[in-house]
């Protein structure tokens, strides 16, 4: 049943594509002389969008070093607590929780 359905589907979208296509090469050409053609100023879009993509890596990048440098001093925190509870060394479990392998 859902073959069907998927052959269906497919043979619609290959008739309504042909459909197009014979609508499309029915029309004829016709050359416009003298037509106002509107002209973008491509180089500075270009660097616009440069400009949006650095700012946006250089984002990304800020925000990831200021969570790593948080994340680090929480992790230098628990090790000090950890010490002071009487707990295992920091160095001294091989950086696995409970000591076990």
């Known amino acids: 049943m859902r073959i ?18 014979a609508s499309a090469l029915a ?10 053609r ?7 879009f270009v660097g616009a969008a440069y400009a949006f993509i650095w700012l946006a890596v250089l984002g990304y990048v800020a925000f990831v070093a200021r969570n790593l440098a948080k994340t680090r001093t929480e992790i230098e925190d628990l ?3 950890i010490e002071r509870a009487g707990g295992a ?12 392998g």
């Open 4 to 21: 069907r359905t998927v052959i269906a589907g497919a043979a619609a979208a290959i008739l309504a594509t042909v459909a197009m296509t």
């Open 27 to 36: 029309q004829e050409y016709e050359k416009v002389d003298n037509a106002v």
């Open 38 to 44: 509107e002209q973008l100023p491509a180089p500075q």
């Open 79 to 81: 090790k000090r607590r």
């Open 89 to 100: 060394p920091a160095g001294g479990a091989g950086g696995r929780a409970g000591g076990a």
